[in-house]
């Protein structure tokens, strides 16, 4: 593990201010995308993005109720453009502009959809350098499936990550974080009602649309059930793709102290006293804030094309 990695911009070091800044300040246009429908084996299908370039594609997984307009996936998606990169954002069910077709969505532990996109991409592009990045619950998303399938890419890097799913609900229920628990909920009403208009106002918490929602749908006996079999805490040592993990101890949606243990020697773990939650913003005093996420996971992926290109090289 590796501390200190990430310093934080002096004015803006707050758990808080990491955690919304980007989401309420930061000016930037999304590039512009090549839409894609996915249709799936159930029905069902799953909405992408692309970003067309010359390199390696990175599959974007964002977070809960989260999309290709989220500020953390803009702001990648350009700076994979500046590379001549490619990517895709895989739009969760229910997360893009339309609604799916089916009763069910996607939850924490859904990884059948991330493993019909990547067998797509193989068919398509067998030849292509694949990166996976997991923000949040995308992140969670992403480690179970590295544990799973062990899938053929290069790497992957999953950011903040609720590797226990239950505590993470719990810490939402603290302080000012419960600002976060009520914004997300409101979001995963009104996603839902637009498939199922059943009233939810008994539901106040997302553990209660977990408890009477998500698990139901999904198939789990309720929300202690969804959490036990899907945090992908249980599943990280089975992970042996290279994985960059970025945390921040100060993370307002997950528990101060977390025990990542027993980790495969592929995997990285930059554990940072500050950052928030897909925060990680920093720059000089009287400089403009940089979001250093853009920089680092380009990097590490990079590194990774580098080792790999060095370990086949003859000797």
């Avoid at 799936?40 to 990175?58: A, H, M, N, Q, Y």
């Avoid at 109720?65 to 998606?77: N, P, Q």
């Amino acid at each position: 593990m590796t501390r200190d990695a990430f310093k934080p911009h002096p004015l803006l070091s707050n758990r808080h201010v990491q955690t919304i800044w980007g989401v309420v300040f930061r000016q930037q246009k999304k590039p512009t995308t090549t839409f894609e429908r996915l249709e799936l084996t159930d029905g069902d299908f799953v909405d992408l993005e692309w970003i067309k370039g010359e390199g390696p594609l990175v599959i974007i997984l964002h977070g809960l109720e989260g999309s290709s307009d989220s500020h953390y996936a803009k702001g990648m998606l350009n700076t994979i453009q500046r590379l001549d990169w490619q990517a895709v954002i895989m739009h969760f069910r229910n997360c893009s502009q339309t609604p799916n077709r089916l009763t069910r969505s996607y939850h924490a532990g859904e990884t059948g959809d991330i493993d019909f996109l990547y067998h797509s991409i193989k068919q398509r592009m067998p030849n292509t350098p694949l990166f996976v990045i997991g923000y949040s619950l995308g992140g969670n998303v992403l480690v179970k499936w590295l544990a799973e399938k062990s899938p053929d890419i290069i790497a992957a890097c999953a950011v903040s990550v609720p590797f226990d799913l239950q505590k993470s609900v719990g810490q939402l229920q603290k302080g000012f974080s419960k600002i976060y628990d009520k914004k997300l909920l409101y979001s995963l009403k009104r996603s839902h009602k637009r498939k199922d208009k059943t009233s939810l106002k008994e539901v106040k918490t997302i553990y209660d649309f977990d408890d009477k929602v998500t698990s139901k749908v999904h198939g789990f006996k309720n929300a202690e059930a969804y959490y036990q079999q899907n945090h992908s805490l249980q599943f990280l040592p089975e992970v042996t793709t290279p994985l960059l993990i970025i945390q921040a101890e100060d993370d307002p949606f997950h528990p101060p102290t977390l025990a990542l243990d027993n980790l495969n020697p592929n995997t990285l773990l930059e554990f940072s006293p500050h950052g928030g939650h897909v925060g990680f913003i920093t720059g000089s005093l009287f400089g403009k804030p940089e979001y250093w996420l853009e920089k680092r996971i380009p990097e590490y992926f990079s590194n990774e094309i580098k080792r790999l290109h060095s370990s086949s090289s003859p000797k």
